[in-house]
Structures are given as C-alpha cells and as structure tokens.
C-alpha cells in the first residue's frame, strides 16, 4: 500500500537534512512499527508523508497504491486514505470538535464523489464510535482539543481516525502521555480499525505500546534512515539494551 | 495683477445641496444648534488626528459616488426566522407600504418626521442632545450635519418589554442616494427592547442613532451592515445609560467601500454595563474595503462595566482602522473597562491599523485593552487539511472561529444563530 524510496528530505528554511534515504514498504494488512531516539526523524516522515509545508524532498518519493503522494495536497492525500494521528494534536479555539468532524468526514466524501452523510446519521455515528472510546459528549461540543489533557487529545485523534476510516494510518507517538487505562482504550480503538485493506505505521518510543497494538514488521530509524528491521522480537531488544547496541552494529 | 481664486469652501459645498427639513420650533432649535456645531468645527480634513487612519473625503463631497445594488441572489434575509416589526427605508426614505403597521406592545413608535411636527415631544430631550455631549473632547462633524440636515428616520420610546424585536431596514435602490437618517430611542425605567438594523441603505449613508437606556432598563441593539459593494456610510451611535442600565450592540459587516462606524457611550449610573462588539469581513479584490471601527466610552459612575470586542477579517488590500478609548472619570471607582480589538490577515496586502486608549482618572479600576494582528494559524490549518479539508474550507473555519467571540456578545440565542448562518452562507457563497 505505502512505498517510501530512497526518501531524502532537508528543512526548507535551511541547509539540514533530516531524512537521508529511508526505504520502506507497508503492504494492506499490515502493521508496521517504526522505533527510534529522539530526533532521528520518525515525526519528519510521517509530516511529509501527511504533506506538511517546511519541508523539500531532494531525491527519492513515496507512493499509496502507486499514485505518488508527494504530489497531493494534504487534503488530498486524506481523501485519498493517508491519516496522521499526530503527536502534538492541534488546539482549534472556536471550532467544534463536531463541526470540525462533519466537515472533514463530508468533504472527504464529496472529494471522492460520495454522498455527504445527514447531520442525523453524523451524529449517531459519532455517538457510537465516541462511546467505545469514553469520549463524552461535552468533549464533543468544546473547540477541538482545547482544554483537553493529554489524553484526551490522543483518544480524540483515534476518534477521528475512527471516524474517517483512512487505509493507511500514521501513529505518531501516540501511546505518549498516556496512562495504562487510556493506552488501552487507544491499543482497542486501533485494533478494531484492523482489517486486511488497512495498514498502520505506528511510531513509537516505547516498546509498551506494540504490546497492545502487535506489529508485524519492526523497523528502526537513526538519524534520517532505517537502520535495521525485524520481527516483534527487535522491539523487546531495543526494551531491554536501547538503541545503542543496534546503533553501534551499524557502525 | 495676478488674480488668486478664494479657497473653496468644502463645508458650503457639501451643506449647497441639502435643505433643512420642516419641524416645530423645537426641533429646528436642534438642528439650528448642530449647524452652529457643525459651522465651528467645519468638515473632518486629512490633518485631523481623529481621521488619521480614514479618508473622509468621500464623505465630504457634495455628492455620493455611486454604489451597484447587490444581487443578494435569492439569499436568506437576515433576521428571516426571527418575528419582528418591520420598518423599512429605501434609500433613506420611510416606506409605509413595506413596513409593518407601526404599532407594538410596550412601544411608541412613529416616523421623525411626525414627531418633529409636534409642538412638545419627548424626543426634544434627546434630538440632538446626545449628539451634542458626544462632540466632547473629540468632534464628530458628520454626527452634527445628521443633526441638522436628517428628515427621516424613527422616534421609540419604551415603556415596558417591547413584544418583539424592532428591525430597522434599510434598503438600497437608487445607485446614486445620499441618505440621511436619525433615529431616537429612549427606553423608560426597567424598559426592554431590541433593536435590529440590516441593509445598505443607500450610496451614501449618514445615520445617527441616540438611545437613552434608564435605570434598570435593556437595550439590545444587533446590526448587519450589509453586501453592496461600493456603498459607503458614516455612523454615530449615542448612548447614554442610567444605573443598572444594560446596553448591547453587536455590528456585522461585510463589504463597503468605505464604512466608519462610531459608538459614544457614556455610563453615567452606578452598575451599567454596556458591551459593543463589531465583526468585519473585507475583500478588496474586486472593489476596495476601508472598515473604521470608532468607539468612545465614558465611566462616569461607580461599578460599571463596558466590554469592546472588534474583530476584523482582511484580505486583498482591505485596510480595517479602531481606534477605542476609555475615558474613566474621576470618582468611577471600581470601573471595570476592557477592550479588545484584532485583525486577521489573510494575506500580505490586507492592512489593520488600531489606536487603543486609556484615559484614568479615578484610583481603584480595572482596566485593560489588547490590540494584535496575525495571518491564519498555520499548525490548525494543516491539521485541518491532514483530515480532509480543503484550504478554503478550512480558511472559512478558521474565520467564523475567530468572528466567534464578537457573535457571542449577542445575548438572544436565535439572533445569534441567525448572524451565525448569515456568515456561514455568505462565506460558502463566497467559495461558489
Ligand atoms: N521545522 C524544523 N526546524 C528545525 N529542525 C527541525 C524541524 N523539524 C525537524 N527538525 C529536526 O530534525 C530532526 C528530526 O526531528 P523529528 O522528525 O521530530 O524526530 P523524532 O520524531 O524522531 O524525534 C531533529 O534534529 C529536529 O530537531
Ligand atoms: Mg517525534
């Protein structure tokens, strides 16, 4: 489904490469973990593959069922599957989360010729898969994300990411500032969105989270590339030795 | 010999078209009085510190430019939901056959012209007279003119709670009109009313509008200023309000050439709250936009409130002007004044220039004002187009967001729903 080859982007703004050549392949179905230190460029690849501005790819390019995705705008890429549940969720004040939601969910359809959903069958929708996340109806009403807690912004992102049922989803860190009790609650909402046309690019520090949530594929990334990639198994390594043995193997 | 031509004078070229209206001997004392004003002070000139941000001289030329009548295009009329008693002017002149019989529960209501015939009236405690301590420390030399020259326009009194809103509408048919209206408004003790204005009126408009709000009584005042282009207007509004006395005024405007619209507010009891708020959308691509917000607050009694919320949607060259004062007299302890005034920029010809004023002169009072300018957020626009939406759309959001806190000064649900959907229309009109 995703195809990312020989990935090099640098800061538009300045002379800094951050990715240098990732290489990567997420068929449907799958679900692919991608672990690193800070600032090796895992959030880089998933705002670039989201089509955020910043950046300039110099070599190399991605593609979702083989339309090149660094062509889109980034509502087109949404429209054409690609979700990124982020690690920062945006803060919209005087935006409602529903309205917010409506929008996204019909322009969506509209943009791939579908019929927009009733203000009716939106909000039974909303209320059902809301539910399964213990997202309450006053988060609903208020402005999106504002005054959440931390929590509350990733269990939101994984409502959204229920809602507009994208076929490639991005993860970014989103088991971070979590509690045990939420990151089960995100862990269930992924895996319920599971299915053999759907794959998952789950980014993540921890290894805790692909307890819930178990990869097929565990890739690591340092400094701008990926480094090394295996089985589950390569998470509960970097868990117990860090990135430092795996690092100084690349040497 | 060399033979120098005398200065024209603009104030005899612009006064050379206009006749003062017929009345009794007391309004023609009013108007007699605002032309002596209007004489001293003479017409607002580019010098003037209080114009600096605004041209008046469309407003001083002795005739209006013309303006095209919008093709509103089978849009929803404002206020369409909402019951109300209709009074409509088309191009500043009252229109019996449009309005509603002018007869309300808890009202007086007649046509100025009417009232000015009477011998004794009422309305000669306030003609005028609001204007006129309103030229005080600034002049407002078209707020004089309005006085002097204006024939038309409505006179209420309020005795209780007004049974509906009253919907003043201005219609605009002649592209060349040069409308003058002046309303007044009094609302006795404990009195209620609401007061919805909507429409361009006319090529060139002058309205002022004088409101006593007595003790205890509420005054809710909701305006669209509204589609047409090229029009251009001029607005004053006098208040003035007594202990506990609630004034509310909420102004959207979207297109217009040229708009200054001016609010003088003085509190002179103890407890009044008075809040004036001002939404403005401009796009000069296609015709130029210069929107002048002006607004004048006097705390002159003890533990009163006042509120100024102006907000401001520019793009493609359109320039919007505040320039907000709070002026808190000696012995107005524990005034609470705040005022707020800001611009988004949605791009980089768009202009905002603000002039936010204190002026303290009593101890123990809160009081703080904030002025910003800035572009769309660019973190909550990629977030919205991350989930789909397009970038107008999401411009759109962002815009009714940010215009969300002015509507929200609007107390009654329904008017407020009604502004909402306006705007909302509007826009997606706007993106075809
Ligand atoms: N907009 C930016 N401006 C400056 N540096 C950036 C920017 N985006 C990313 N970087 C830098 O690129 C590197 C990778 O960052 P990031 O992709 O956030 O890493 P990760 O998500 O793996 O922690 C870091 O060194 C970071 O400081
Ligand atoms: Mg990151």
């Known amino acids: 489904m995703l195809k990312i080859n020989n990935l090099h982007v640098k800061l538009e703004e300045e002379e800094k490469q951050i990715l240098k050549g990732v290489d990567l392949e997420v068929p449907a179905g799958a679900v692919h973990a991608i672990m690193g230190p800070n600032g090796s460029g895992k959030s880089t690849l998933s705002y670039v593959l989201s089509g955020r501005d910043g950046y300039e790819v110099t070599e190399g390019g991605a593609t979702l069922d083989g339309e090149d995705l660094l062509e889109m705008e980034p509502e087109e890429r949404a429209a054409a599957g690609v979700f990124l549940a982020f690690q920062y969720p945006v803060e919209i004040p005087g935006v409602g989360n529903m309205t917010f939601l409506r929008t996204a969910l019909n322009a969506q359809r509209k943009a791939r010729g579908q019929e927009e959903l009733s203000a009716a069958d939106f909000l039974k929708l909303i209320r059902e898969k809301a539910k399964a996340l213990k997202i309450d109806a ?9 005054g959440f807690s931390g929590g509350e912004k990733k269990r939101n992102e994984i409502l959204q990411m229920a809602m507009l049922e994208p076929k490639m989803c991005i993860l970014d860190e989103t088991d971070s500032g979590l509690d045990v009790d939420a990151m089960k609650l995100v862990s269930e909402g992924v895996n319920a969105l599971r299915d053999e ?8 520090h921890y290894q805790r989270l692909l307890d819930h949530i178990k990869p097929d594929v565990v890739h690591i990334m340092a400094d701008g590339r990926i480094v090394k ?18 690092l100084a193997e690349q040497v | 010999m060399a033979v120098t031509n005398p200065k024209p004078d603009p104030l005899a070229a612009r006064l050379a078209g206009l006749a003062m209206p017929d009345g009794g001997a007391w309004v023609q004392d009013a108007r007699k009085g605002a032309l002596d004003r209007l004489t001293v002070q003479g017409l607002p000139g580019r010098r003037d510190e209080y114009w600096q941000f605004t041209r008046p001289d469309s407003l001083n030329a002795p005739d209006p430019d013309a303006a095209g009548v919008f093709d509103a295009g089978g849009e929803a009329p404002v206020y369409g939901e909402i019951d109300r008693l209709k009074v409509v002017f088309v191009d500043g002149i009252f229109s019996a056959e449009e309005s509603d ?4 529960a808890g009202i007086e209501i007649e046509r100025l012209a009417q009232a000015a015939a009477s011998d004794i009236h009422w309305a000669q405690g306030l003609y005028g007279v609001l204007e006129e301590r309103g030229q005080t420390p600034v ?17 209420i009194r309020v005795t209780g709670k007004a049974a509906k809103p009253v919907n003043l509408i201005y219609r605009h048919e002649n592209e060349t009109s040069d409308a003058l209206l002046h309303h007044v408004v ?7 009313l609401t007061l919805l204005e909507n429409g361009p009126a006319a090529a060139r408009f002058n309205k002022v509008m004088e409101v006593e709000v007595g003790d205890g009584a509420a005054f809710h005042h909701v305006r669209t200023q509204g589609r047409d282009h090229e029009r251009q207007a001029v607005t004053h509004v006098f208040a003035r309000l007594g202990a506990e006395a609630v004034f509310k005024s909420f102004t959207l405007t979207v297109n217009g050439l040229l708009t200054r619209n001016e609010c003088v507010v003085e509190l002179t009891g103890d407890d009044a709250v008075a809040h004036i708020a001002g939404a403005a959308m401009g796009d000069a691509s296609a015709c130029a936009f210069h929107h002048d917000d002006t607004v004048f607050v006097t705390h002159d009694a003890e533990r009163c409130e006042s509120r100024q919320v102006f907000k401001k949607v520019l793009r493609n060259g359109a320039v919007g002007t505040f320039q907000g004062k709070i002026l808190v007299k000696q012995g107005a302890q524990k005034t609470d004044g705040y005022q707020k005034s800001q611009a988004l920029l949605l791009d980089e010809d768009a202009t905002f220039l603000a002039k ?22 660019e973190e909550a626009m990629f977030y919205l187009r991350s989930r789909g939406v397009p970038e107008v759309l999401a411009t759109d959001l962002l815009v009714l967001a940010f215009l969300a ?10 008017i407020a729903d009604d502004i909402t959907s306006r705007l909302d229309a509007w826009l997606q009109r706007r993106r075809g």
């Open chain 1, 138 to 146: 006053d988060m609903l009403k208020r402005p999106v994300n504002v």
């Open chain 1, 197 to 204: 046309g759907r794959a998952f690019l789950v980014i993540t």
């Open chain 1, 229 to 246: 990639s295996g089985g589950p198994e390569l998470a509960l390594e970097v868990e117990h030795n860090g990135y430092a043995d795996i």
């Open chain 2, 101 to 104: 019989p002018l007869a309300l």
């Open chain 2, 139 to 155: 002049a407002r030399p078209f707020a004089a003119l309005n006085t002097a020259f204006a024939g038309d326009g409505v006179v």
């Open chain 2, 186 to 192: 009094k609302l006795e003790p404990g009195a209620d």
């Open chain 2, 356 to 377: 936010p004023e204190l002026e303290i002169y009593a101890d123990d009072v809160i009081c703080s004002h904030g002025s910003t300018s800035g572009a769309i957020d």
């Open chain 2, 405 to 414: 806190d002015t509507i929200a000064e609007i107390e009654a649900p329904d």
